[in-house]
T-cell receptor
Framework: QKEVEQDPGPLSVPEGAIVSLNCTYS??????FMWYRQYSRKGPELLMY????GNKEDGRFTAQVDKSSKYISLFIRDSQPSDSATYLC??????????FGKGTHLIIQP | DAGVTQSPTHLIKTRGQHVTLRCSPI?????VSWYQQVLGQGPQFIFQ???????GRGNFPDRFSARQFPNYSSELNVNALLLGDSALYLC????????????FGQGTRLTVV
């Protein structure tokens, strides 16, 4: 079983919709959880990270972690066509570096 | 401020050859990590260096090696290239050993033919 599972999509939603992106992880020792956005042919861009369980908000983006179910979520409000990208969740593994999911390809239709 | 810079941006090599990829971290960052991203997958951890010492190594063969210089820049070397080494190689820098705020470069796209 891969340590971080993420549905690759594609996920297509109309402009203005609320987007929900999700990951599950298997190692209960993980404490830090990150979300990255990656445009085609570019490097990943850090959106935010959270520590342990709870919510964190940054503008239109909200990250949520539920450690009891090993579930990580990213919500995007008022989605824009410029949000179309691949979204990667990741966990911090110390000396093992970041462990990434496969990424979800998101398409926002104008 | 300059972000993480990687060179070259694109590279084509033949099977069996050797390749060196370079990375300059964000000013003030002492940690550099390398990742391999094949098409349709998330990045996979190769190495982390902190203060010129190897701190972590992923599940990659010994053909992969790296080092970090006194100015915190880094090189990734791959020997005896295989077709399966074709990927986007990403460098990330962070201030310390924790990777919660790791910033990535644009990557080097390596094609092995």
């Amino acid at each position: 079983q891969k340590e971080v599972e993420q549905d690759p999509g594609p996920l297509s939603v109309p402009e203005g919709a609320i987007v929900s992106l999700n990951c599950t992880y298997s190692n209960s020792a993980f404490q830090y959880f990150m979300w990255y956005r990656q445009y085609s042919r570019k490097g990943p861009e850090l959106l935010m990270y959270t520590y342990s369980s709870g919510n964190k908000e940054d503008g239109r983006f909200t990250a949520q972690v539920d450690k009891s179910s090993k579930y990580i979520s990213l919500f995007i409000r008022d989605s824009q066509p410029s949000d179309s990208a691949t979204y990667l969740c990741a966990t911090e593994g110390g000396a093992d570096g970041l462990t990434f999911g496969k990424g979800t390809h998101l398409i926002i239709q104008p | 401020d300059a972000g993480v810079t990687q060179s070259p941006t694109h590279l084509i090599k033949t099977r069996g050859q050797h390749v060196t990829l370079r990375c300059s971290p964000i000013s003030g960052h002492k940690s550099v990590s390398w990742y391999q991203q094949v098409l349709g997958q998330g990045p996979q951890f190769i190495f982390q260096y902190y203060e010129k010492e190897e701190r972590g190594r992923g599940n990659f063969p010994d053909r992969f090696s790296a080092r970090q210089f006194p100015n915190y820049s880094s090189e990734l070397n791959v020997n005896a290239l295989l077709l399966g080494d074709s990927a986007l190689y990403l460098c990330a820098s962070s201030t310390g050993t924790l990777n919660t705020e790791a910033f990535f470069g644009q990557g080097t796209r390596l094609t092995v033919v």
